[in-house]
């Protein structure tokens, strides 16, 4: 049944609608512009993203802290079954599309200036605005089938966009890896969505998950988040949170369909910002925000498993590595771990909160790191050096030729660490208080989990202190090396500017709570949280926040003196577990030889089977079908063609030796009946 809606309220819905379609209508229009290099693309995709921006918060306006809205049309019937197509607008669904928006635009303002020597600069700008629809259509359909159409939309865009340069065996090794394990998760999802349609007979978002929908009801009680158990058959309700877990855990690269994404940094650095921040890996957060009702206790356990081992895990990475945005790939795992857990251990406000800021300073991050890499294969090219510009061994002192850029990269440092007034601090902090709530009265292996939420925190301060102090600080070690080298750095002009300087400003605490110290003040946690949420009723809301930024501050300080002062000790680089870190722990490895190899054996032998025994056999039956063709030939030519070409001449001298008795001669017709008279005579005499 369609749902009608007061007419005041219907414009909300066509903003709305016309937020996504800006972006595809810029697709349309860039895939149709001649030319490779047509700059009125970057601005058509600008202007179309802008406008998006600008809808997404009216709608936002109408929408944050009121009822939900709730429109849909009837799609297509099929037997009894009728499929509705609608708009869901609630507070999950306007605060990511305001989101995504907000986070693309100084990726698009970026990007006019960060490609604007590529020579595929109008494909570039096609498919960022085909990835920008495919993420807000995402946000606001209201059926798990549509859903799971943009689901995909979003993966193959991604893909599209990670191989952009394909003439990079790297690039196409990281789209088709990133596609593959997608894929993997994919197949989970789709599980999922039949299982839920079968036993409910909809795949209406309202109708499953909504406050009085038919999957059972996650609710609050005393500030905890209670999930009791479905009403799906235990079977079924397993299966269907499994294939849910394991989409999300592909989609935002979580352990054990994480590696793909380290390797997706082989697509322009503006559209890692992009992926990294509010598009494609925060839509497995998103997942999980719309379907929560559905997970009861032991599955959100899991969660919270999947989730600390994650960020602990990709953090321990993060430590070693040399590739600058390799480091903040696994920084990105690592604060989608957080997320994870904190939906595992009930904490839903604070990691939708999380999601929102991390968005913002992961996104300038990235974007810092664009103009670094940027400024080095500037330097590499003007030199004709043989480096890769995304090591950052061969960086340092870039503070003094960088100094706007430096600036951003400490503010969205100290955010990702979580340092009071910055956002970060606000929501991890969050995360963390509540993680250690949440093992309060349970078993000890239950503390597991914020303790390892707290030594991945720790460990966030040490690698991106480290990965400050050796991109800004100390001399430039590639000018030690090389003493002749020209080098011409600037931060670039107000296409680089201006992005930075939006996303800083979103960094801070003003943005969302007046009080920058009490993470349950701020607007967005208190939107999802229920009553009691206030309530500052343990220690922990004390010494966490006070404890972690106290060892955040030394953690800092100590890499700032192994990095620059170099005045302490150095680690062993040939350890167990640096070896373990810096190869990311072997896991790559493994899939590569448990997985990958034995996969491209069987395939390499169903191969050799099928060109050698069944196209061999194929091929015998073929050789047996032409001889025996070849003989039949024969015999048609020489036996049947033969006898019927002996007939043929046979009757054709008969006729020419009748034909010699008509020639039109009396004389020939008299000796002809004196010849027959005479025959007859002597055959009577003979008779005789």
């Known amino acids: 049944m369609n749902t009608s809606i007061p007419y005041q309220d219907i414009s909300v819905v066509y903003y709305a609608l016309a937020a996504v379609a800006m972006p595809l209508i810029a697709f349309l229009i860039n895939a149709c512009l001649p030319g490779k290099t047509n700059k009125v693309s970057g601005w058509v995709s600008t202007f179309a993203i802008f406008t998006s921006a600008v809808l997404s918060a009216l709608v936002f306006a109408k929408i944050w802290g009121q009822q939900p809205l709730h429109t849909q049309q009837l799609w297509f019937t099929i037997g009894a079954s009728k499929l509705y197509a609608g708009v869901l607008l609630n507070n999950l669904s306007v605060i990511l599309l305001l989101l995504v928006s907000l986070i693309a635009l100084p990726v698009h303002i970026y990007s006019t200036a960060y490609m604007s020597h590529d020579t595929s ?10 990835f920008c629809f495919s993420m807000l259509a995402l946000v606001v359909v209201d059926s798990m089938y549509l859903f799971y159409a943009f689901w995909e939309l979003v993966g193959f865009s991604s893909y599209l966009l990670i191989g952009f340069w394909f003439t ?14 997608n894929r993997i998760g994919d197949i989970g999802l789709l599980v999922a969505i039949i299982i839920l349609f079968t036993q409910f007979h909809t795949a209406n978002i309202v109708q499953l998950f909504g406050d009085n929908g038919l999957v059972a009801q996650s609710f609050i ?36 369909l994480h590696t793909w994404l380290p390797d997706a940094m082989e697509g322009p650095t503006s559209v890692s910002a992009l992926i990294h921040a509010a598009t494609m890996v925060a839509a497995g957060v998103f997942l999980l925000g719309r379907v929560y009702p559905m997970f009861n206790t032991a599955e959100l356990n899991a969660l919270a498993v999947i989730g600390c081992f994650t960020a602990f895990m990709a953090a321990t990475i993060a430590v070693t590595q040399n590739d600058l945005k390799r480091i903040l790939a696994y920084s990105t795992i690592s604060q989608l771990g957080f997320m994870i857990m904190a939906m595992g251990i009930g904490a839903y406000a604070s990691s939708l909160f999380h999601l929102v800021t991390h968005a913002f300073f992961k996104c300038l991050l990235f974007l810092v790191a664009g103009i670094v890499i940027h400024q080095m294969q500037h330097i590499k090219e003007e030199n004709n050096l043989d480096i890769d510009p995304q090591n950052i061994l061969y960086m ?29 601090y606000l929501s991890k902090d969050g995360i963390l208080i509540q993680a250690f709530e949440w093992s309060d009265g349970k078993s000890w292996y239950y503390r597991i989990i914020p303790v390892g939420a707290i030594i991945a925190s720790i460990l966030t301060a040490f690698y991106i202190g480290r990965l400050i102090v050796k991109v800004f600080f100390g001399e430039f070690r590639l000018q030690k090396i090389n003493p002749h080298i020209h080098i011409h750095c600037n931060d670039g002009g107000w296409q680089f500017k201006l992005p930075l300087l939006f996303l800083t400003i ?9 009080n920058p110290l009490v993470y349950e ?7 999802f949280s229920g009553p009691g949420f206030l309530e500052r009723v343990n220690i922990y809301h004390t010494i966490i926040p006070a404890g972690a930024n106290l060892v955040n501050i030394l953690v800092i300080y100590l890499a700032y003196s192994i990095y620059v002062k170099r005045n302490t000790f150095t680690f062993d680089q040939t350890g167990f577990f640096f070896r373990l870190s810096y190869h990311e722990w072997y896991i790559d490895r493994f899939y ?3 997985i990958v190899k034995p996969i491209l054996s069987l395939s390499n032998a169903s191969s050799w089977v099928d060109k050698n025994i069944i196209d061999g056999f194929i091929n015998l039956l073929k050789n047996i079908v032409l001889s025996i063709s070849k003989i039949t030939e024969w015999i048609d030519k020489y036996i049947i063609d033969g006898f019927l070409h002996l007939l043929t001449a ?12 008509q020639s039109g001669k009396i004389q020939y017709y008299l000796f002809s009946m004196l010849a027959v008279i005479l025959a007859l005579f002597i055959l009577f005499l003979i008779k005789i």
Do not use: E
Request: aromatic share 16%.
């Open 168 to 181: 990079k065996d790297k690039a196409v090794y990281a789209n088709k890896k990133a596609f593959i394990m």
């Open 650 to 661: 046979i009757v054709q001298l008969i006729g020419n030796f009748a034909r010699n008795f």
């Open 521 to 527: 003040h701020a607007w967005i946690f208190n939107a």
């Open 221 to 256: 009680r005393s500030g905890i988040w209670i999930a009791p158990a479905s009403q799906l058959p235990a079977v079924y309700q397993y299966i269907a949170c499994a294939g849910i877990m394991l989409a999300v855990a592909a989609k935002s690269a979580q352990f054990p």
């Open 592 to 594: 590569n030889s448990a």
């Open 396 to 424: 340092g002192g870039l503070r003094k030729k960088l100094p706007f850029t430096f600036i951003t990269a400490i503010v969205a440092s100290l955010a990702l660490i979580g340092l009071p007034l910055t956002s970060g």
């Open 121 to 130: 600069y109008k494909r570039y700008f096609t498919y960022l605005s085909f």
């Open 506 to 514: 979103c960094c801070l605490f003003p943005l969302f709570s007046w």
